[in-house]
């Protein structure tokens, strides 16, 4: 492993003032520490933020948005009354990712950094565009798990991260400050799609580090309707194969408003704001969700040997928005996102 | 701080003591942890937070201690295995994991220990629900999780689960008690020693150099100056190797270079070792080789025209394998019905939770080497040849061995330190990262498998025929072994006049694949089983009654010609079955007439497995003595890798002598002092060692009676040394002779009686076949093709159970294997070298499993009993598969069953319908 600095500054300010170019800063550890070890990462500077002030929070503001500070760590954010009560499928996203080792050492901006599971990224001997400009793409040739959306000839790696994904459905913000300053960049905005630069993963700008995510106080509305649903490998500790963050909002027995967001399937998760445009308005039925779903999917083409991934994040998306419409359960089922875990028990808002 | 000067040292709590460790504040918390303040509980599987093995208490928190920078955990609370022992939570944990039997090689069991007692200490009734979120990070490859979940619930209460009936462990007891391993305590207590917890401080770091290309050739630069430049101690590469540079495990096929020469053969081959302090390997610069990437072959498809790996096997076939009775291409077209199909698995992986590790030292001109292993002799003797040493000089000091599966048989990195420790005189130690451990260890054979079988109007079998490829890999390893037992094994336990299995074993450049848990057969398995139940649709009969007809019975001849006048029990593990058969298939049809998307299947599988080596010599040895001072010591060379020989060989000694096993002191195998018992493969270790132990302990015995001239009822004790024998109510004191070493001693061996097979595979393979049958109950989402396992049912004849308890913990780990080939385990060279690209079941994924122990008996099995450790996931893989297909109408061809593979075979097969 390469040799590299590490300081623990213990303010905000001290941390922006640490950075110079090839420094990342540490939160966690889950995922930095492990591409590190193996070579997949190579910072000269290692800022480890987790004793920053201030940033471990979860607050609800004046105007009803729910702000969360970026150290808070998964499994907190999972069990807060609030986010369970308000926003289900991000608690239920939160609950399936992972293992409760890592939610308990995850921390949320650490997960909206996280980076690519792409075999080749992580594997230093082979060719990666994103790890290495213009050194092309051994995924090409081989992945049969990539991207569907937004992909380019230089890379077709899917953001891994369950909890941006309904965070991608209900329009958070993530506030960041760096050396020019405080800004807020909407999630849809935060992970970049590949293009010509694959190796820009997000829109911070260097030296900028994120303080805190915001969810909009209309975000909260769409709580006893919300599901996250993720097809894998297996049971749990397993990265998504297909998943889709569904939440409807229902007046008088039709859908008033729908957010639809779909995961390893792009770069970034994905929003599909036609799909919502058809649904909004109309009445909870199959036959409109797979409308929806096909609409959502239109421009999904394989990257690899992978079309079979394109029906399968239609049926996941159909799916998750019939468990949407059935209404959010009163507890997180014992398989949190699991097509298997939701068949039964109250509803939190019936 | 940084890593050239680190400053001061980390102060935190560990296990309640204010300590400073002195560490890099980058380095891993699990290292620091094990090297500088000696917590050798915290173990390494993965160094990825994958696997939980490593997990630590921070701050009261389960976190994985490997990705925990040490310099984030600067003033606060860590708690190990080691330190909540001394709470009520961590002594509750240890009590119900060893009476539940929840630790079998021990290596997760700190990790699991330490998430359960944080789900603890948050107080409140526990639900399985609960205990399986807690321990979802901590993977166990050994036991089925189902006795974790049993221990964490019963350690929830305050009193005891399971203490009722004759179902309750029992510490005394012989021959079918349920008597909790011996050699448990240590595992449950944070104190086991596996391969890398057993070096000395001032051993020397070796790190193996390997190919990043499938094929290549190499050169070196100059490696005495980069050897200078680094700080090293030593580069070794193969002409560093002062014996043959060559190693293997099957007599005429030992080809496995210890560095390539020339060209490496598949990806993660060694071709040099670089060996120093641990803090020059840490810095260590880019070592000077040329690698020239050659063009590779990694199927048996393009085999015969790929360059040839070896250059005496023409097509790089590695050899052929044959059973033929009868004459089945004449039976055939005779056959009322007749069903086909190709059917295809992949690589699979052990993925044992402790990686290779070993630690070597030079004594004067012998070398010994500590290492996990299933086969001290036979490392032994290789190491020997490998080093230009005698055998004799060669000791090999196993460790606890954190789960083998068949791939700690081979020599893995015991060459490479103990060319080190020979060379520098110094200690040299090496634990392999997982990377390294999934790149270069051998893996289960992928296999291409086209079966016909055909039945009369009645069910009943008319004729086989089977052609299995099995990839090699790039060396032969056990790959002899996996073609001569698949012909032998393809039929399963069934009558089958007319049979022709042929098999082949073909090289390509990809890591060898040697033994793993079935040599074959559970891929032979997933074809057979999977025909039978398209057949049993074909005459329209019900899936078990078809098997149960066409059952070998005693008396029947195998497709070897072999027939066994007692204890072939498979009829009897069908009919066990039938209860929960009926049952399960009526809860099925209930289920599936009220639901569309979400369809409940069952199915049935058997299997069967020859106890031993195919054919061949393998006898096993055992020593045993009472001390001067009237102890009883066994030396039980049995490598218990989790499965229980520890316990289960010292209570057929124990009932043979006629004394309890808490009399009996076990010494380990130490190629010193305990003679070879064999390897632990093949289910043999209960079945031949055990044999080995009832001799010696009866000889034992009889050395006794005759010293007091007593009878042969009588009963033995030992009171201050002196033997006391009682008999009719008389007590009578025998003095033990004062020699040196033991008083009495004995050493027996047994060899199973087998005949070698003709050129058609007729004759007698193996003296015991033990035989098993296997129920899956599951739902299958028509639409997503995700699968979720309700229960299985496993029935098995073990012949005699020694220990039930332990038949119980290999039959639920058998069963997780099985499980993960047939749902989600595929090893793709270069691509799935970790725990998160190749996933094994997780505590999440295994059903309820109900054991169901037969016992009819052996005619060879020591009191009867057969060995278990391979049947245990024969059927489970073909079991599941059928169930599927009987939930979603849908055949898997291609293992595993991922949801995808099973929505493009439910989209198939509606295609297919329409047509």
């Given at each position: 492993m390469k040799r590299f600095e590490f300081i623990q500054p213990s303010s905000v300010e001290e941390a922006l003032a640490a950075w110079e170019p090839g420094a990342a800063w540490l939160g966690g550890g889950t995922n930095l520490l492990d591409l590190m070890k193996i070579g997949a990462m190579q910072p000269d500077r290692v800022i480890d933020i987790t004793r920053l002030p201030g940033l471990s929070g979860i607050e609800t503001l004046s105007d009803g948005s729910i702000r969360i500070g970026a150290l808070v760590r998964n499994s907190d954010l999972a069990v807060n009354a609030t986010v369970a009560r308000d926003l289900p499928m991000v608690a239920e996203a939160l609950l399936s990712g992972a293992s409760g080792q890592l939610r308990n050492a995850a921390t949320v901006g650490g997960n909206l950094m996280q980076h690519t599971r792409c075999n080749y990224f992580q594997d230093p001997h082979a060719a990666c565009n994103r790890r290495e400009p213009g050194a092309g793409c051994d995924a090409r040739e081989a992945g049969d798990r990539m991207a569907l959306l937004g992909w380019s000839d230089g890379c077709i790696a899917t953001n891994p991260s369950d909890f941006c994904v309904p965070l991608a459905a209900l329009d958070a913000v993530i506030e960041v400050r760096g050396?020019?300053?405080?800004?807020?960049?909407?999630?849809?905005?935060?992970?970049?799609?590949?293009?010509?630069?694959?190796?820009?993963?997000?829109?911070?700008?260097?030296?900028?580090?994120?303080?805190?995510?915001?969810?909009?106080?209309?975000?909260?509305?769409?709580?006893?309707?919300?599901?996250?649903?993720?097809?894998?490998?297996?049971?749990?500790?397993?990265?998504?194969?297909?998943?889709?963050?569904?939440?409807?909002?229902?007046?008088?027995?039709?859908?008033?408003?729908?957010?639809?967001?779909?995961?390893?399937?792009?770069?970034?998760?994905?929003?599909?704001?036609?799909?919502?445009?058809?649904?909004?308005?109309?009445?909870?039925?199959?036959?409109?969700?797979?409308?929806?779903?096909?609409?959502?999917?239109?421009?999904?083409?394989?990257?690899?040997?992978?079309?079979?991934?394109?029906?399968?994040?239609?049926?996941?998306?159909?799916?998750?928005?019939?468990?949407?419409?059935?209404?959010?359960?009163?507890?997180?089922?014992?398989?949190?996102?699991s097509p298997f875990g939701s068949k039964v028990g109250d509803l939190a808002h019936a | 701080m940084s890593l050239d000067d680190p400053k001061g040292g980390i102060a935190l709590t560990l296990n309640g003591e204010a300590v400073i460790l002195g560490a890099d504040p980058a380095a891993r918390l699990s290292e620091v942890l094990r090297e500088r303040a000696g917590a050798r509980d915290v173990k390494v599987g993965c160094n990825a937070g994958d696997c939980g093995a490593c997990t630590v208490l921070l701050d009261g928190e389960a976190v994985c201690a490997c990705i925990t920078a040490a310099g984030q955990v600067e003033g606060r609370v860590v708690e190990t295995q080691r330190g909540l022992l001394e709470g009520p939570e961590g002594q509750r944990l240890a009590a119900a994991f060893q009476r539940h039997q929840a630790a079998q090689c021990g290596i997760c069991t700190p990790g699991m220990m330490v998430s359960a007692a944080a789900l603890l200490r948050r107080g409140g009734a526990l639900n399985e629900a609960a205990v399986a979120d807690a321990l979802g990070g901590v993977l166990c490859r050994c036991t089925g999780y189902r006795k974790i979940i049993d221990a964490v619930l019963d350690a929830s209460r305050h009193k005891a689960l399971v203490a009722e009936g004759d179902r309750a462990p029992v510490s005394e007891g012989g021959v079918g008690a349920r008597v909790e391993r011996l050699d448990g305590w240590p595992k449950v207590a944070g104190l086991e020693r596996f391969g890398d917890d057993v070096a000395p401080a001032d051993a020397l770091s070796l790190r193996v150099i390997r190919s990043p290309f499938h094929r290549a050739g190499f050169t070196f630069g100059d490696l005495d100056a980069y050897r200078a430049a680094a700080g090293l101690e030593l580069v070794l590469t193969a002409k560093d190797v002062p014996g043959e540079n060559c190693f293997g495990v099957i007599p005429g096929f030992e080809d496995q270079p210890v560095f390539a020469e020339g060209e490496t053969r598949f990806k993660g081959e060694a071709v040099a070792a670089v060996v120093g302090t641990p803090e020059a390997l840490?810095?260590?610069?880019?070592?000077?080789?040329?690698?020239?990437?050659?063009?590779?072959?990694?199927?048996?498809?393009?085999?015969?025209?790929?360059?040839?790996?070896?250059?005496?096997?023409?097509?790089?076939?590695?050899?052929?394998?044959?059973?033929?009775?009868?004459?089945?291409?004449g039976a055939m077209p005779g056959a009322a019905h007749v069903v086909s199909g190709d059917f295809s698995t992949g690589f699979i992986e052990h993925a044992y939770i402790e990686p290779e590790a070993a630690v070597a030292r030079r004594v004067g001109d012998r070398i010994e080497v500590q290492c996990c292993t299933q086969a001290p002799y036979m490392n032994r003797d290789g190491l020997a040849r490998i080093l230009g040493l005698a055998p004799g000089d060669v000791r090999i000091l196993p460790t606890a061995t954190g789960g083998g599966f068949g791939s700690k048989l081979d020599l893995t990195a015991q060459p490479y330190v103990a060319l080190a420790a020979w060379r520098l005189n110094r200690p040299v130690r090496i634990a392999y990262t997982r990377t390294e451990s999934i790149a270069s260890s051998t893996k289960r054979h992928p296999s291409e498998i086209r079966m016909?079988?055909?039945?009369?109007?009645?069910?009943?079998?008319?004729?086989?025929?089977?052609?299995?490829?099995?990839?090699?890999?790039?060396?032969?390893?056990?790959?002899?072994?996996?073609?001569?037992?698949?012909?032998?094994?393809?039929?399963?336990?069934?009558?089958?006049p007319n049979y022709r299995a042929d098999s082949a074993g073909v090289h390509t450049n990809t890591a060898p694949s040697g033994a793993f848990r079935g040599f074959g057969v559970p891929q032979s398995a997933v074809a057979q089983e999977q025909l039978f139940d398209m057949l049993a649709e074909k005459l329209g009969m019900d899936r078990l009654a078809f098997r149960k007809l066409n059952c070998l019975r005693n008396g029947d001849p195998t497709v070897t010609g072999q027939v066994f006048e007692t204890g072939m029990g498979i009829e009897a593990c069908f009919e066990a079955l039938e209860p929960h058969w009926a049952w399960a298939l009526a809860g099925a049809e209930q289920f599936n007439a009220t639901h569309d998307t979400v369809k409940r299947g069952v199915g049935v599988a058997g299997g069967w497995y020859g106890c031993g080596n195919t054919s061949m010599s393998n006898p096993s040895t055992i020593r045993a003595g009472v001390t001067p001072a009237g102890e009883v010591v066994l030396h039980q060379g049995a490598m218990d890798i989790g499965q229980g020989s520890n316990t289960v060989i010292t209570q057929i000694f124990a009932e043979a002598l006629g004394v309890s096993v808490s009399q009996v002191a076990l010494v380990g195998p130490d190629t010193d002092v305990t003679p070879d018992a064999g390897k632990t493969s093949a289910s043999r270790q209960t079945f031949i060692t055990g044999n080995a132990a009832r001799l010696a302990g009866a000889a034992l015995r009889a050395q006794i009676l005759r010293l007091g001239n007593v009878g042969e009822g009588a009963e033995i004790g030992f009171e201050d040394g002196t033997i006391v024998l009682?008999?009719?109510?008389?007590?009578?004191?025998?003095?033990?002779?004062?020699?040196?070493?033991?008083?009495?001693?004995?050493?027996?061996?047994?060899?199973?009686?087998?005949?070698?097979?003709?050129?058609?595979?007729?004759?007698?393979?193996?003296?015991?076949?033990?035989?098993t049958a296997q129920m899956a109950e599951l739902e299958v989402d028509l639409e997503l093709g995700t699968v979720k396992l309700l229960r299985i049912v496993a029935a098995h004849d073990v012949g005699r159970a020694i220990n039930p308890l332990l038949v119980e913990g290999q039959i639920e780990g058998g069963v997780a294997q099985g499980l993960g080939l047939a749902l989600m385990e595929e090893f793709l060279p270069g691509r799935t070298e970790n725990l998160h690209d190749y996933l094994i079941p997780t505590i999440g994924d295994v059903p309820p499993i109900e054991s169901i122990i037969i016992e009819s008996g052996d005619e060879h099995g020591p009191f009867g009993a057969k060995g278990l450790g391979e049947h245990c996931l024969i059927p489970t893989a073909p079991a599941v598969l059928n169930a599927i297909a009987h939930a979603s109408g849908a055949r898997i061809h291609h293992l595993p069953a991922t949801p995808a593979t099973v929505r493009a075979a439910i989209l198939a097969q509606r295609e297919n319908g329409t047509e």
């Open positions: 050396p020019q300053g405080a800004r807020e960049i909407h999630v849809s905005e935060f992970h970049l799609l590949p293009g010509d630069n694959p190796q820009r993963v997000t829109a911070l700008e260097p030296g900028e580090l994120i303080l805190a995510l915001r969810l909009p106080p209309e975000a909260t509305a769409f709580a006893g309707h919300a599901r996250y649903l993720k097809v894998r490998d297996r049971t749990s500790f397993a990265f998504a194969m297909s998943s889709a963050a569904a939440a409807l909002k229902m007046e008088d027995g039709r859908i008033s408003d729908a957010r639809l967001a779909l995961g390893a399937v792009a770069a970034k998760p994905w929003r599909a704001a036609e799909a919502e445009a058809m649904l909004s308005g109309a009445a909870p039925e199959e036959a409109l969700f797979t409308r929806a779903a096909d609409a959502a999917l239109a421009e999904a083409k394989p990257s690899g040997d992978n079309a079979w991934k394109i029906d399968l994040a239609r049926r996941t998306a159909v799916r998750a928005l019939l468990m949407a419409a059935a209404g959010t359960p009163a507890r997180i089922p014992a398989l949190p996102a | 840490a810095a260590l610069p880019d070592f000077p080789v040329t690698w020239e990437e050659r063009p590779a072959n990694l199927t048996p498809r393009g085999a015969a025209e790929a360059a040839q790996l070896h250059g005496t096997r023409a097509d790089n076939v590695m050899c052929r394998g044959r059973v033929a009775r009868g004459d089945a291409a016909e079988i055909g039945a009369d109007a009645e069910g009943r079998l008319v004729a086989e025929t089977f052609d299995g490829v099995f990839n090699t890999g790039a060396y032969a390893s056990w790959g002899p072994t996996v073609a001569n037992r698949v012909p032998i094994h393809a039929s399963g336990p069934y009558l089958t009682s008999e009719g109510g008389e007590k009578r004191r025998v003095e033990l002779p004062q020699d040196e070493g033991y008083a009495l001693e004995v050493t027996e061996s047994y060899d199973p009686p087998t005949l070698p097979l003709d050129e058609n595979g007729q004759g007698v393979p193996y003296a015991v076949f033990g035989t």
